[in-house]
């Protein structure tokens, strides 16, 4: 497959992330934010028909993962002591720290299932797991649709120039991100919302955030009160257990989301309209398609977020010949990646930018100017929510 | 508070919305599947998208931007990120053609 290393999208000499500083003004000065973005062509009936929602995959993906967790917290228990006990806890680990992502984010964008209820509880044991408040991460994922990977307007940009190697190691290991969620939470628990937290959460939802907080904090205390007594008691490393079995996976478990979540916009551009330009599609494997939630099918998700992810694949053999060719494999994708990084780190504005199949339509390379019939609402030095 | 003549019933399928653009304004026409007409304003509250391009599931609107639900009925906010309202309009059919009441 064929790539460019120019620079696209609009080059900037300076990059500030945060959702208030300069970078924030000249995206809604160029019209970037809140801005058209390229689809490909879907006929009305089809999609349609892909954008159905039924309760029966979601229902049961969701009996097997909590049967899952189960199965392997009961051999990882029974095996304890023994170096049998590390396989099932390594398996335990992936179930509860990296498949609660996906869950976290398609239930969070009410596809996976049919009933909101469902949608609902799946949302919150998810963003539990992964410790995410659920009010504040539902607003930041609504803008990283908005804005994708626009600078300064994109809470959810994973690879931030200057990209630091050893942090992006570290989060396979998930100890600082943990440390950081932590934080978030006890500091959103406290009743303090960060300027950023206030820039995407409308006001009305800011008690929300504080409670979902308080109680994500409350059960994590419980926990550790349960292992410190487990421990004063005299369990020894049976005290552990506790953690290992909440809040833990978190940590020792989260490798598999890191790797997956990092390839959905790593070395592809920043400050396009196109996702075709800025996310990537890769095939896997099916285990990790179903830790995944079929979320490797990125730009197609990204094109169309009411598809349901059971439906993600019959809309990628719809739209594929409007797309660049997809990565072969997490290793494909990962070599194409870190080429893409390692370059970044030297000159922030270059991107991977794959030749598209001769089917398809060319890069929407023209920067949104005005739509005339949107009053997006928006207006520079906006800070109010999304 | 004129009534306008807004489209054909049959230019609306069952369980779904089109979109109806009326001098400066833009609308949404929904047809349930009891076959009742409904119409709303066509731009979703929380970013200005329309709903027409949205998926009618039994008496709701999801919107095709952040998947925000409404009830189309009462133009209700049902679902984050959506928290404002839709405004809605009287509809009825006469001689196969909707009929809004615009204000
Ligand atoms: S624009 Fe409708 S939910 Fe965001």
Redesign the interface.
């Known amino acids: 497959m064929s790539k460019s290393t120019t620079s696209i999208g609009s080059e900037l000499t300076v990059r500030d992330y945060s959702l208030t500083g300069a970078n924030t003004r000249q995206a809604i000065e160029n019209g970037l934010s809140?801005a058209e973005w390229y689809h490909s062509d879907v006929p009305r009936k089809k999609l349609?028909s892909l954008?159905?929602?039924r309760d029966a995959p979601a229902i049961h993906d969701t009996v097997i993962w909590i049967a899952l967790h189960f199965v392997f917290a009961a051999g990882g228990l029974y095996f304890w002591g023994s170096w049998l006990c590390v396989p099932f806890w390594f398996a335990y680990g992936v179930v509860y720290g990296s498949a609660c992502d996906s869950r976290w984010h398609e239930c969070g964008?009410?596809?996976a299932f049919?009933t909101?209820w469902m949608n609902d509880i799946v949302y919150h044991i998810a963003s539990f797991q992964i410790m995410r408040n659920p009010v504040n991460w539902?607003?930041s994922h609504?803008r990283h649709?908005?804005d994708t990977l626009i600078v300064g307007r994109d809470p959810e940009i994973a690879w931030m120039h200057p990209i630091s190697l050893v942090l992006k190691a570290l989060a396979f290991v998930g100890i600082v991100d943990t440390w950081t969620s932590l934080k978030t939470l006890m500091r959103n628990a406290m009743g303090n919302l960060s300027q950023e937290e206030r820039d995407y959460i409308?006001e009305?939802?800011w008690p929300k955030a504080v409670f979902w907080a308080r109680l994500h904090i409350a059960i994590y205390a419980a926990v550790l009160v349960v292992s410190l007594v487990m421990l004063v008691s005299g369990a020894g490393w049976k005290s552990l257990i506790p953690i290992l079995l909440i809040g833990g996976p978190r940590v020792y478990g989260c490798w598999h989301f890191v790797m997956t979540g990092l390839l959905q916009h790593g070395g592809l551009a920043e400050n396009v309209l196109d996702h075709r330009l800025n996310s990537r599609t890769l095939y896997m494997n099916p285990i990790s398609r179903w830790v995944y939630w079929n979320m490797n099918y990125h730009i197609e998700h990204h094109m169309?977020?009411?598809v349901p992810y059971y439906s993600l694949p019959a809309l990628h053999d719809l739209i594929k010949d409007d797309l660049p060719p997809p990565n072969t494999s997490i290793w494909d994708g990962y070599r194409e990646m870190m080429g893409s990084v390692m370059k970044q780190r030297v000159d922030p504005n270059h991107a991977i930018r794959r030749s598209l199949p001769p089917t398809a339509r060319p890069y929407r390379e023209h920067l949104h100017l005005a739509v005339p019939?949107?009053?997006?609402?928006l207006e520079i030095g906006d800070r109010g929510g999304? | 508070m004129p009534w306008v003549d807004a489209c054909a019933v049959d230019d609306v399928e069952e369980e779904d919305v089109i979109r109806w653009d009326h001098e400066d304004q833009t609308y949404a026409i929904f047809r349930s599947v009891d076959d009742e007409f409904y119409c709303t304003d066509g731009l979703c509250t929380h970013e200005q998208v329309h709903l027409s391009e949205g998926l009618v599931m039994e008496n709701e609107i999801e919107c095709p931007k952040h998947n925000g639900l409404f009830d189309y009925r009462t133009g209700k906010a049902l679902r984050a990120p959506v928290c404002e309202d839709l405004r809605t309009y009287e509809t009825r059919v006469g001689n196969g053609r909707v009929m809004v009441l615009v204000e």
């Open positions: 809140a349609k954008m159905k929602r964008h009410g596809t049919r909101r539902r607003w609504a649709h908005t409308p009305s939802q169309f977020p009411m019939e949107r009053n997006t609402g999304t």
